[in-house]
Nanobody, 124 residues
Framework: QVQLVESGGGLVQAGGSLRLSCAAS????????MGWFRQAPGKEREFVAA????????HYGDSVKGRFTISRDNAKNTVSLQMNSLKTEDTAVYYC?????????????????WGQGTQVTVSS
């Protein structure tokens, strides 16, 4: 099993920045892709960004390209999401997720492990 714990959410004004972190523990060696998703009230879970434990590749959802940056620290088993130029529409619960197969996927159903989520609220 893999345990994921998010931190760093909060309230920020539009145009501001936040940094989310995800600490992974357990059988992390069984996972290849680490991703961030978000879910706003009444909406489906949306892909935000993903990276792999090895290599330099990253992948972003269209709505966050150029504003969010995903990074990882293999020594600490953490994955971070730097969010800049935040908009009110970025308000959501943000989830860290891990996938056992080495291919990027944008569908939440393709990720086997999930954190409990952290709330991000962007005020106007």
């Amino acid at each position: 099993q893999v345990q994921l714990v998010e931190s760093g959410g909060g309230l920020v004004q539009a145009g501001g920045s936040l940094r989310l972190s995800c600490a992974a523990s357990g059988r992390t060696f069984s996972t290849y892709v680490m991703g961030w998703f978000r879910q706003a009230p009444g909406k489906e879970r949306e892909f935000v960004a993903a990276t792999k434990w090895s290599g330099d590749s990253t992948h972003y959802g269209d709505s966050v390209k150029g504003r969010f940056t995903i990074s990882r620290d293999n020594a600490k088993n953490t994955v971070s999401l730097q969010m800049n130029s935040l908009k009110t529409e970025d308000t959501a619960v943000y989830y860290c997720a891990a996938r056992r197969l080495p291919f990027y996927r944008l569908d939440a159903h393709d990720y086997e492990y999930w954190g409990q989520g952290t709330q991000v609220t962007v005020s106007s």
